[in-house]
């Protein structure tokens, strides 16, 4: 076996082990089915029942996705210095830590400190680590496509998860459940940790240098500078990243952790499915973006999807939580809302490797993710306090539809800006000095 089969060999191992520790990380998108079992503690009441106030149930999971994304921070920082395998291990035994410490009590300030806090912080440090190795082994013409694959098994997890967590609860309770839910983590995670490498010192992808001009326009083969993340907020474009993602992401987090209790009027006990079919909508949606926006562009794939996620919004409004509304329909609308919200999660950390550089891609793409954490701790909260207040979706819903389309209105200046692209590049510029033009633009 060749140099160049024994890496494609190795790259391709590291993705399917990014991609499997995704797979056990993604247990956050579950939430909805826990959620629905303290939901039940607290209005059945009587000994050892959850006494949780209902507008706040939500809490473990947004402050769950607000420390999992300022975690980030720190664990890219960990990531760049020590290397994907010590972070993900830690990553894998605070989830664990966390899903145990639940287990043993029922108290909200327990749950928020043990779900919210250290399994937040350990997914953040896993997750940081997962997508960094794998990227540096492929070239750029393929960024996203594989940032797509790996990040595809946090969305795909609850395809197994939510049917098993389902039967766990019916068979063990809750407590039980998150008790062998933890000790599965640690095991799991920290074995499939082994197997992530970052490339040797000096190892250049096979295929980097070469890329076409057409390509560039969509994924820059080489950013102009590796920049460091004191940089990043002198760039206006890293804000405009970030209310996009903020927007995104929030409302893709609302559904997502309200999806079975949306699903219920019509689905009953087989609400859960709504949650697994959403999980292959969410996964589905990162790989697709990833090879779509490798095509058309990061800017391009980013305002469809967000134009047709505010649609799906709107087209929600008057079918969820009514009981006469076909199961079917509830399904697709959960899928399709998944796939767009899967997008978000291929598509930025391609924009931050494009135009940040792959030097500090660990700490640079942690500071941009903060805002996935504040859009769902935000949104997610939002939603519930109006949910709440209306006895019903509708409002939630509306309000995402229209942040939404703000969203795609301010990622058109993410383009590239071709005309003054061409209108500063020398008469008679080879190719590649043409592509170079692009990418600065990108």
């Known amino acids: 076996m060749n140099a160049t089969q024994t890496s494609n060999r190795k790259g391709w191992t590291v993705v399917l082990a990014g991609t499997g520790i995704n797979l056990a990380l993604g247990i956050l998108y579950t939430w909805s089915i826990f959620r629905g079992a303290i939901a039940d503690s607290v209005a059945q009441g009587g000994a050892g029942a959850f006494n949780w106030n209902p507008a706040a149930i939500n809490d473990p999971y947004a402050v769950c996705c607000l ?23 830690i990553g894998g035994l605070l989830v664990a830590s966390g899903f145990v410490l639940v287990s043993q009590s029922t108290a909200y300030w327990a749950w928020v400190l043990g779900f919210g806090v250290m399994a937040g912080a ?16 492929f070239p750029p013409a393929k960024t996203g496509l594989i940032a797509g694959i790996v990040v595809s098994g946090f969305g795909l997890a609850s395809v ?18 998150m008790l062998i839910f933890g000790v599965a983590f640690a095991v799991l995670v920290s074995g499939l940790a082994l197997l992530v490498t970052n490339p040797p010192k000096g190892y250049v992808p096979v295929g980097a240098p070469a890329q076409t001009a057409a390509a560039s326009t969509a994924a820059p ?15 206006g474009q890293f804000y405009t990243l970030w209310m996009v993602f903020f927007i995104g992401a929030g409302a893709g987090l609302m559904v997502i952790g309200s999806v079975a209790g949306m699903a219920k009027a019509s689905m009953g006990t087989l609400a859960f499915l709504a949650v697994a079919i959403l999980a292959i909508g969410n996964a589905a949606g990162r790989i697709v973006a990833g090879i779509v926006s490798d095509k058309i562009g990061r800017a391009n794939t980013l305002i469809i999807m967000l134009v047709l996620q505010a649609s799906l919004m ?3 409004i008057p079918v ?16 399709f809302i998944g796939f767009n919200y899967g997008t978000n999660l ?10 940040w550089g792959l030097k500090n891609f660990g700490m640079n793409y942690g500071i941009l993710f903060t805002s996935w954490g504040v859009g769902g701790f935000v949104l997610v909260r939002l939603s519930e306090m109006l949910r709440a207040q209306t006895g019903s979706f509708a409002m939630p819903f509306a309000v995402a539809g229209v942040l939404l389309l703000v969203g795609a209105m301010l990622s058109l200046s993410l383009r590239p800006k071709k005309v003054e692209a061409l209108a500063t590049a020398p008469a008679a510029a080879p190719v590649e000095e043409e592509e170079l033009v692009f990418q600065k633009a990108d």
């Not at 940081?128 to 794998?134: D, K, M, N, Q, V």
């Not at 969820?320 to 899928?335: E, H, P, Y």
């Not at 291929?346 to 135009?355: E, I, N, R």
């Open 314 to 316: 709107f087209a929600a």
């Open 320 to 335: 969820i939580g009514n009981q006469g509304t076909s199961a079917v329909v509830i399904v697709l609308l959960a899928t």
């Open 346 to 355: 291929a598509l930025f950390p391609s924009f931050a490797k494009d135009l």
């Open 221 to 235: 083969a080489k950013p102009s500078v590796d920049m460091t993340p004191s940089q990043l907020f002198k760039s």
């Open 67 to 89: 420390v999992f994304a300022f975690s980030m921070i720190l664990a890219g920082k960990c990531q760049d210095k020590f290397g994907p395998r010590l972070t993900i291990m």
């Open 160 to 177: 197994y998860i939510a049917p098993l967590a389902q039967y766990m609860l019916g068979a063990y309770g809750l407590q039980q459940s």
């Open 122 to 137: 350990g997914i953040g440090f896993g997750y940081s680590a997962a997508t960094p190795p794998a990227l540096k082994w």
